[in-house]
């Protein structure tokens, strides 16, 4: 072997891998180096996103989770490589090994620069809790009849699913706010609802700062446009079961227009009020929600109970009713008419026989309330003044009070949302002033025996109590025009009616009326109405005879209405019906409304189904039946109602 090729076998067996075991060993220790640098980068950035989640009381989303898991494997792997590189600088390895070792940092400071400015949220707010407890007194040192009236909210937020707005009035100071804490209280730790909400209104009602504190509760930053903010807390809302608990509130409040969705009853979410007023606690239930008198007649009945139970109200005559102990009615009567501040309403009451005269115009301006309850008085006064305040006017049983001025009195109670003439058996007509009263709720005249006719109701668009029953003389037309056909509209409808009592009338309601423009009505009472009469399409009522229910005659009396039955099922709020069915066929239809019925006399009408009237045995609300020659019927099973 000559000397080059000794030289060749040299270089390539002995000089080649010791220069490439150099080559790898300091391309191994710079790769290593630049590792280190990249993954100590890395978790300096982990650090701080840590220590400002904790500084801020953030959480770590989900991916978060997931990036700062894969950081601390990346710190153990560049442990592990860093180890074994020690171990091998004071061993004899080879090249191989060394080989493995670099590309081992190699991708690891590449997937350390990666992990460095992740496209995604680390972390977030941690979720808001469902219930934040507000510091109060112990319910126990809590009085009964304030523990009672407690238990009482709670049991209407947890009942029926249908009232879904409960409302508690009563004057400032009495511890509505403190209900209402302990309301929201109650619920911490509780399943019932995903979250609970809290919100003080008070009697000049900042929109954006109620929905930032709603926003704040639900973790959400809510732009400060009050339109775009409304839209993100419809949404996010109608996603929860919810509970809002809306404190002193002063007027009625337009929920949407905050963010707050209409409430559906599968959700089951509820919203609370407090307020000094009852009208608007009334206002927010029945304006606001369809289907909540119910909960108004629920509170009324729930209160009136706890009343009892306190010893402040006792049984009255008649079965349902109730009445005050003198001794209480007294002091009440001491503390609501003596002088107060402007903020304490104002009651003028003159009850009894002994009164024959009404108090005088000068005192009615600054009334807020006016019970003239069976007196002997014989005129009322005119009015030189606007009564602003006036928000209720009691003149039932009196028995002598023959007229109502015709001008100068309902002219100027223009805020006016109770009028009760009950009972006044010699009243003959009403003015036609009585439709200036555009804000009425309510218009009691049952047992007006004299009564004749109704002033126009067209204008009483906020009207939703309308009760005529014994009415007997009143024989007209109500709720219509003379003419209600599609070429004609109405101007005598009262859209936001939920009570019509016409029981013992001759008055009667255009067809099409009730399905097309009463569809709020929660209660429906028509028995013995002699010109409200019901039939079916395509049984025998043909065109000219349901015509006949569209028009009242000019002059003399007017023609009985025929409607057709089906309207009854377009009423789906409908809670309590009493009705005369005659010559109706009774079939699968009834079934539905069976459940609402209170009171019904069946008379020449034909079963095609027996068991269509089955729920009337099941129904809570039946009072009274009356079936008489009606065919197809073999059996009915007697209840103790």
């Known amino acids: 072997m000559d000397v080059g090729s000794f030289a060749t076998l040299i270089d390539k067996y002995l000089i080649d891998p010791i220069v490439r075991r150099i080559k790898i060993l300091r391309n191994s220790s710079h790769n290593i180096k630049e590792m280190q640098e990249k993954v100590c980068e890395l978790i300096a950035a982990r650090n701080d996103v840590w220590k400002e989640a904790e500084g801020v009381g953030q959480v770590m989303t989900d991916k978060g989770e997931n990036w700062f898991k894969v950081v601390d494997e990346i710190q153990l792997e560049a442990n592990g490589i860093e180890e074994r590189r020690r171990h091998r600088q004071t061993s004899c390895v080879n090249c191989c090994s060394f080989y493995k070792l670099n590309n081992k940092s190699i991708y690891l400071k590449q997937k350390a620069a990666g992990m460095l400015n992740p496209p995604f949220e680390l972390t977030k707010r941690p979720p808001p809790e469902s219930v934040i407890e507000i510091e109060s007194e112990p319910t126990e040192n809590l009085q009964p009849t304030t523990q009672h009236m407690l238990q009482n909210m709670i049991d209407n937020l947890l009942g029926d699913p249908e009232n879904m707005i409960i409302g508690v009035h009563g004057m400032g100071g009495v511890g509505k706010t403190?209900?209402?804490?302990?309301?929201?209280?109650?619920?911490?730790?509780?399943?019932?609802?995903?979250?609970?909400?809290?919100?003080?209104?008070?009697?000049?009602?900042?929109?954006?700062?109620?929905?930032?504190?709603?926003?704040?509760?639900?973790?959400?930053?809510?732009?400060?446009?009050?339109?775009l903010a409304k839209e993100k807390l419809l949404v996010e809302l109608r996603k929860k079961k919810f509970l809002i608990i809306l404190d002193d509130v002063w007027d009625r409040l337009e929920l949407k227009g905050i963010g707050i969705p209409h409430l559906q009853i599968h959700n089951g979410s509820k919203i609370l009020i407090t307020s000094r007023y009852l009208d608007t606690c009334t206002n927010m239930l029945l304006v606001d929600e369809l289907g909540c008198l119910r909960a108004v007649r629920n509170r009324g009945e729930a209160m009136i109970k706890s009343l009892k139970i306190a010893s402040m109200l006792e049984d009255g005559k008649f079965q349902g009713s109730a009445k005050m102990h003198d001794m209480m009615r007294e002091l009440a009567i001491m503390i609501t008419t003596s002088s107060g501040s402007n903020d304490n309403p104002q009651f003028l009451t003159r009850t009894g026989g002994s009164f024959e005269k009404a108090p005088h115009a000068n005192e009615w301006p600054e009334a807020t309330r006016i019970s003239l309850i069976d007196t002997q008085i014989k005129t009322l006064p005119d009015l030189g003044e606007r009564c602003p305040k006036l928000t209720t006017l009691l003149l039932r049983e009196n028995q002598i009070l023959a007229v109502v001025p015709k001008l100068?009195?309902?002219?100027?109670?223009?805020?006016?949302?109770?009028?009760?003439?009950?009972?006044?058996?010699?009243?003959?007509?009403?003015?036609?002033?009585?439709?200036?009263?555009?804000?009425?709720?309510?218009?009691?005249?049952?047992?007006?025996?004299?009564?004749?006719?109704?002033?126009?109701?067209?204008?009483?668009?906020?009207?939703?109590?309308?009760?005529?029953?014994?009415?007997?003389?009143?024989?007209?037309?109500?709720?219509?025009?003379?003419?209600?056909?599609?070429?004609?509209?109405?101007?005598?409808?009262?859209?936001?009616?939920?009570?019509?009592?016409?029981?013992?009338?001759?008055?009667?309601?255009?067809?099409?009326?009730?399905?097309?423009?009463?569809?709020?009505?929660?209660?429906?009472?028509?028995?013995?109405?002699?010109?409200?009469?019901?039939?079916?399409?395509g049984e025998g009522n043909n065109k000219e005879e349901r015509r006949s229910g569209l028009c009242s005659s000019d002059e003399g009396h007017h023609r009985p209405s025929i409607i057709d039955v089906g309207e009854l099922s377009r009423l789906t709020h409908l809670s309590s019906l009493q009705i005369l069915l005659e010559d109706i066929t009774i079939s699968d239809w009834f079934k539905p409304l069976a459940y609402k019925i209170m009171g019904l006399d069946l008379q020449s009408c034909t079963f095609i189904k027996q068991d269509a009237i089955k729920p009337l045995y099941e129904s809570e609300h039946l009072l009274w039946l009356t079936i008489s020659k009606c065919r197809g019927l073999t059996c009915v099973t007697c209840c103790a109602w």
């Not at 909400?197 to 929905?211: E, G, H, L, N, R």
């Not at 029953?469 to 003379?482: A, N």
């Open 408 to 537: 100068n009195f309902f002219q100027r109670m223009d805020h006016l949302h109770v009028l009760d003439l009950s009972s006044s058996s010699t009243l003959e007509y009403l003015p036609d002033s009585l439709s200036h009263l555009v804000n009425l709720r309510v218009l009691r005249l049952p047992s007006c025996l004299k009564l004749r006719a109704l002033p126009a109701l067209g204008m009483l668009r906020q009207l939703q109590v309308l009760d005529l029953k014994y009415c007997h003389r009143i024989d007209q037309q109500i709720l219509g025009s003379k003419c209600f056909d599609s070429s004609c509209k109405s101007l005598d409808l009262s859209i936001n009616l939920r009570y019509l009592d016409v029981s013992c009338t001759q008055v009667s309601i255009p067809a099409g009326v009730i399905s097309h423009h009463l569809l709020k009505l929660e209660g429906l009472h028509l028995n013995l109405t002699r010109k409200i009469k019901w039939g079916q399409r």
């Open 178 to 227: 403190t209900l209402a804490e302990k309301v929201n209280n109650h619920f911490k730790g509780n399943s019932c609802f995903e979250t609970v909400i809290m919100v003080t209104v008070s009697a000049t009602p900042d929109i954006s700062k109620i929905q930032t504190r709603i926003g704040e509760r639900l973790g959400l930053d809510l732009p400060k446009d009050v339109n």
